[in-house]
Each structure stands twice: as structure tokens, then as C-alpha cells.
């Protein structure tokens, strides 16, 4: 017999479309994952994942930045509001900004972010465009823990795709974004299920250190 346990409270933190917000909040729904959307946080206000988000009765917090504001003011600020829903997990979802190592280190272990990238490769901005241009015969995503580093945290799962001649920065943006909606919750699942553990910089799986990373479906 399967103990219930209390739904993990999640801080979905996003920037544009929320694409991958949406995804969450249907797995969540058809009781794929054991958790709840506590707060869904954006620093633009008229990011589309916003109304995604209200449509489905989540609460929401917009936090705008200044530009005469400290990075360090900012995300202190922004650990207040995830602090004040009580959030478990924090899970990056097209968030556009850096974050300072004060604020990474607060949620070490607890803080996922998506990346539409096959990590180590194409860190940072335009990654499907880079993956064209450098020849790559495979494009795909990763989730992993965030560390004070731009998506350098160590990988936990990613979804992999073969580059056809044919495919354009848009396709392969499409293509990676439907691997992503598997991916971010499958990576999801195994840490709520504590078989995906933080330990000293390192991905623990069912308690053995992970050396590369989990494959989306294999
Ligand atoms: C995704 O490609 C994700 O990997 C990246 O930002 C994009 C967000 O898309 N970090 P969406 O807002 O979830 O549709």
C-alpha cells in the first residue's frame, strides 16, 4: 500500500507564453504529479502565462523590476513573496533573469530550471539557432538544479531529437517545446518521489550518483 503524502507546494516562475507552466498545471490536473501550484510569479505583467495561471484559480504575484534597483534588492523581494506561499519547490519556466548566488543558494536542492538546450552545450540565449549553426545532428532540452552558475547546475533528465536538413530555428523551438512538456514534468516526478536528490553539487539517483543524465523515455 502507497502512502498519500501532502502535495509539494510549487513556485512556477516565468517571464513569457508559460507554455511549459501550462504543461505543469496538466499533469497536475490529470494526477500525474503530486503537487499544487502554490504561486506562479513573473517579473512581466503581461506575460500569457499570467492568464494561464488564472484560468486554473493559481495564485499570482508580478514583480517588476526597476532598473535603479539591485539585482540583490530584486530577489530578495522575490524570496519574500515564494517564502509567503510556503513553496516547497521552486521551478524556473522561461524565467529571463539572472539571479544573484544569494538567492540561488537559499533554494539549493529545491530550485529546477528548464533549458531548451542539450546542456553542457548552447548555455544561455538562442540555442536552437547556435545548434543550426554549429552542425549539431542532435538538439533537445535538460532540467536540472540550479546553481549560482547560468545553466551550469547539474543535469538531472533531458529529451533529445535528431536535426533534420530541413529544420529551421522555429521548427526545432516547436519541436523542443513539445519534448519540454514531457520532460519538465517526468524530471519533476522523480524528485517529488525523492528518487532525484541535491547532494554536494551532484545529481543523486535512487541514492547513487548520477553521471549522465536521465533520457526522456528510454
Ligand atoms: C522554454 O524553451 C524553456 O526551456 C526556456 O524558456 C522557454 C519558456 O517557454 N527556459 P514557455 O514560456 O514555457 O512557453
Known amino acids: 500500500m502507497t502512502v498519500a503524502t501532502t502535495p509539494a507546494r510549487l513556485a512556477v516562475l516565468i517571464s513569457g507564453s508559460g507554455s511549459n507552466l501550462q504543461a505543469l ?15 506562479v510569479i513573473s517579473n512581466k505583467a503581461d506575460a500569457y502565462g499570467l492568464q494561464r495561471a488564472q484560468k486554473h484559480n493559481i495564485q499570482r504575484e508580478v514583480i517588476p523590476a526597476s532598473r535603479i534597483e539591485s539585482r540583490q534588492n530584486y530577489d530578495q523581494r522575490l524570496a519574500t513573496i515564494i517564502d509567503q506561499y510556503d513553496t516547497d519547490v521552486i521551478l524556473l519556466a522561461g524565467f529571463m533573469r539572472i539571479l544573484s548566488d544569494e538567492f540561488v543558494n537559499r533554494y539549493l536542492g529545491r530550485m529546477l530550471n528548464i533549458h531548451p538546450s542539450l546542456l553542457p552545450k548552447h548555455k544561455g540565449l538562442n540555442t536552437h ?26 543535469i538531472i533528465m533531458q529529451a533529445a531529437i535528431d536535426i533534420q536538413p530541413e529544420d529551421t530555428n522555429d521548427s526545432l523551438a516547436g519541436r523542443i517545446l513539445k519534448e519540454e512538456h514531457k520532460l519538465y514534468a517526468e524530471a519533476l516526478k522523480l524528485y517529488l518521489d525523492e528518487r532525484i536528490k541535491f547532494s554536494n553539487g551532484n545529481v543523486l539517483f535512487d541514492n547513487k550518483s548520477l553521471t549522465t543524465p536521465l533520457i526522456l523515455g528510454a
Request: charged share 20%; proline share 5%.
Open 129 to 154: 539557432q547556435r545548434a543550426l549553426e554549429a552542425g549539431d545532428k542532435q538538439h533537445g532540452a535538460s532540467v536540472h538544479f540550479v546553481t549560482p552558475t547560468l545553466d551550469d547546475g547539474p
Open 25 to 39: 498545471i496538466d499533469h497536475i490536473e490529470s494526477g500525474n504529479l503530486n503537487a499544487e501550484i502554490a504561486v
